[in-house]
């Protein structure tokens, strides 16, 4: 595996390659919902690359930027040993510039949900995107259908832009008790731990009363909200795949949400109905 710290070294490398790249950006402290999407990336790509980058435009000010996990060395055997070809590590000065041209997230997919909460926080996963893909340029790039919200501004980006990418959603990964595998849940102790278990319980309830022929969006929202107490929620939302809202569920074209904080921790879960 190469390691790689600089943009402009990693692109000319890569061009160099002549091959079908698969590309899987990441924030690191990486576990088994990285993996996957590595897997993913190997079974069609001749080489693939990951990148580990936490970047410091989406964390909003009083966010957890600074004690993000980081795991370089242990991240860098992981990818190592899932057959990573190279492994794109830059700092911060090596992708941002003094008075940048900016991407932004668009006004209303942007700005709601997880947007309304962190208010330009997908201005600054687009930007990072954007510069990523075109460092790395790559045939496909991998992204969990875990951070839905984002998959989709990221789709929207591609499409408005008119980028080459092939974007493959993989489905999220969760531990045996059923919690969406994310970085942050290292900051939950045991108890809270438990209390996260209802998000997706309340994820599961929802789904069973789809396949029970329950569509109403407002019956299914209010029979979560009770499975998520005493939770402080930071949206039960029900709409379509593109992100409109809907009074009821179509099997195929659904999608549910939830944020809920537990202790300090932001959680995002989803299920694609
Ligand atoms: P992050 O390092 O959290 O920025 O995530 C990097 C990529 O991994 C994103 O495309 C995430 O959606 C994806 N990802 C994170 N957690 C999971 C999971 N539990 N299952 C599948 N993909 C995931």
Known sequence: MKTISSALELKAYLRNENKTIGYVPTMGALHEGHITLIKEAKKNNEVVVVSIFVNPTQFLAGEDLDKYPRRDEADKKICEL???????????????????????????????????????????????????????????????????????????????????????????????????????????????????LKIPKSLYEASKMVSRGIVNVAEIKEQMLKILEPLEIGYVAILSREFEPIDEVVIGESIILVEALVGDTRLLDNIWL
Do not use: C, W
């Open 82 to 196: 899932a057959g990573v070809d190279v492994l794109f590590m830059p700092q911060a000065d090596e992708l941002y510039f003094e008075d940048e041209v900016k991407i932004v997230a668009p006004n209303v997919r942007g700005y709601v949900l997880e947007g309304a909460t962190r208010p330009g926080h997908f201005s600054g996963v687009l930007r990072v995107v954007m510069k990523l893909l075109n460092i790395v340029n790559p045939t496909n790039a991998y992204f969990g259908k875990k951070d839905a919200q984002q998959l989709n501004l990221i789709e929207l980006m591609i499409k408005q832009y008119f980028m080459d990418v092939n974007i493959v959603p993989v489905d999220t990964v969760r531990d045996a008790d059923g919690l969406a595998l994310s970085s942050r849940n290292v900051y939950l102790s045991k108890e809270q731990r438990q209390e996260a």
